[in-house]
């Protein structure tokens, strides 16, 4: 599951939700974050910062700066530990999944009420609700609701749940990483400031805004997305993925997706066919660039196309050509 995915991160564009990944995919993720934590704590030791003497203390750019002053790190390693601090000061608000996407159930439910619902989806983690979407008293697993030797089709769903794990949508994402790992949960519910539900993220979320995406080995291979225009991307994505994916900065504002620069741009909920322009003389973004709504997901933008504007200018310029050249008469 995957929300939307990094400030200069490979987040993927999510189509939906996936089941867990296969057996290679799951050890590949290990490796590479047992390697990540084992750098890190190879340099603070070498550098005389280690837990003995506080890490707690040493921001990430103290560290960054201790890194490169160091001599004992290859090209190679000084590159990997940057990437992982880089990614891993992103905010788990901006790898979750919003609450908008994610499949709730109600501890009311019967497992023969719940069973439809979970074979209709892919999830294999749900978060259990009491009443509201802001009520999540824990979370189940698709092998609770399906696969119990001693399943009975009317326990309650709310039976059943384990202990969910929840994080502050402020959050780091190393550092969430790091918390969620060494108390063994794979899924979190991402609170807001309110202290409502804000979303879910999964530790595979996390370790793939530091590595990358973890393709399962039994998946079908996925085209590979070229940068520049025109492409279709993810309303989901952030403005810096945005950016990494179409190379047209957007500017900032009261958003942290594209879909949520296109409402702000429009002043209303959007509808398919909505076009918005990113001017030339956007404050932070190059501009030339028209941003149209290709379908919607309940009230949000799913799918956009961004395609080269052509301004203003270059429409005049256009059309005079077309009058001085005149009407094409037969030959």
Do not use: W
């Not at 992103?90 to 919003?98: A, I």
């Not at 109600?106 to 023969?112: D, M, Q």
């Amino acid at each position: 599951m995957r929300a939307a995915r990094r400030r200069g991160s490979r987040r993927r564009e999510p189509d939906g939700p996936r089941r867990e990944p296969g057996p290679l995919a799951r050890a590949v993720a290990r490796v590479v974050v047992r390697g990540a934590d084992g750098a890190l704590r190879l340099v603070t030791d070498l550098l005389g910062a280690g837990t003995a003497a506080g890490r707690e203390r040493i921001s990430a750019a103290e560290l960054r700066d201790l890194v490169a002053a160091n001599t004992v790190l290859d090209p190679v390693g000084r590159r990997i530990i940057d990437e992982v601090l880089v990614a891993g000061a992103s905010l788990v608000r901006e790898v979750m999944m919003p609450r908008t996407e994610v499949v709730f159930l109600s501890g009311a439910l019967t497992l023969a009420e719940a069973e439809p619902l979970v074979r209709a989806g892919t999830h294999t983690r749900y978060p259990v609700i009491d009443g509201t979407h802001d009520d999540v008293v824990g979370v189940v697993h698709l092998r609770d609701l399906l696969l119990r030797p001693d399943r009975d089709p009317d326990t309650r769903v709310g039976q059943l749940i384990r202990e969910v794990k929840r994080l502050p949508a402020s959050k780091r994402v190393l550092a969430a990483l790091t918390e969620m790992r060494r108390e063994g949960h794979h899924l979190a519910v991402v609170v807001d400031e309110y202290g409502g539900t804000a979303g879910i993220v999964t530790c595979e979320d996390l370790i793939e805004e530091l590595v990358g995406e973890i393709h399962d080995e039994y998946a079908d291979a996925p085209e590979p997305a070229l940068p520049g225009l025109p492409a279709v991307v993810d309303g989901r994505l952030n403005l810096a993925d945005f950016v990494e994916r179409t190379g047209v900065p957007l500017p900032s504002g009261p958003y942290e997706t594209v879909g949520g620069f296109v409402m702000a741009g429009l002043g209303r909920l959007p509808t398919p066919g909505d076009e918005v322009v990113v001017p030339a003389d956007s404050p932070g973004g190059s501009g030339g660039a028209l941003l149209r709504v290709l379908t919607l997901e309940g009230r949000r933008v799913a799918r956009l196309a961004v395609t080269a504007a052509r301004l203003p200018e270059q429409r005049r310029d256009t059309a005079e050509g077309v009058g001085r050249a005149g009407p094409a008469g037969p030959s």
